[in-house]
């Protein structure tokens, strides 16, 4: 979308839009409350001083519409854009059995030991890296890992918005 566009659109469309980037509505609602914007920095820099307000309530209820790392298909349904961002992000990760079978021996040990999916901004990382990523965070307390997603979470939010939202 351009940016044009994106300070015209209705406030609807707005936030259907960048529900696609995060689905946190407070993010959303209040980015498209500051509209317009003069520049595509200025609306980055205020997504991502939003992005520092997120409680872990509204993260752990963005994560159930995330994929988890290695898998296709989120716990809930995704938008096609929403699809082929994750679809993007996890280009570089392979899908050879043993890898897969890795990945998801680690997801469900990390659900199991924190209650939610791991997360991390896959893009530009491939399969080792990942699994590297995921045997490290498992040995993390539950605040840390929680500042982790938080901050892994923004990450991914950022990068769509960015990859989305044109002069």
Not at 22 to 32: F, G, L, M, Y
Not at 40 to 45: L, N, P, T
Not at 69 to 74: F, L, P, S, T
Request: hydrophobic share 40%.
């Amino acid at each position: 979308m351009q940016l044009v566009e994106f300070n015209r659109a209705s406030s609807e469309d707005a936030i259907t839009f960048l529900k696609h980037c995060v689905q946190i509505p407070s993010w959303s609602t209040e980015i498209v409350a500051k509209r317009p914007y003069a520049s595509i920095e200025a609306v980055m820099e205020l997504a991502k001083q939003q992005s520092a307000t997120w409680t872990w309530d509204e993260i752990k209820a963005a994560l159930d519409n995330h994929p988890r790392i290695g898998e296709k298909k989120a716990q809930a349904e995704l938008s096609e854009i929403e699809k082929s961002f994750s679809n993007r992000e996890q280009s570089s990760i392979t899908a050879d059995e043993e890898t897969q079978l890795a990945l998801t021996k680690g997801n469900l040990a990390y659900e199991k030991k924190y209650g939610y999916i791991f997360l991390i901004k896959a893009a530009g990382l491939n399969s080792e890296e990942v699994l590297q990523a995921l045997k490290y965070r498992l040995d993390n307390d539950s605040e840390t890992e929680k500042r982790i997603v938080h901050n892994q979470l923004a990450e991914i939010a950022l990068l769509r918005l960015s990859q989305e939202l044109q002069a």
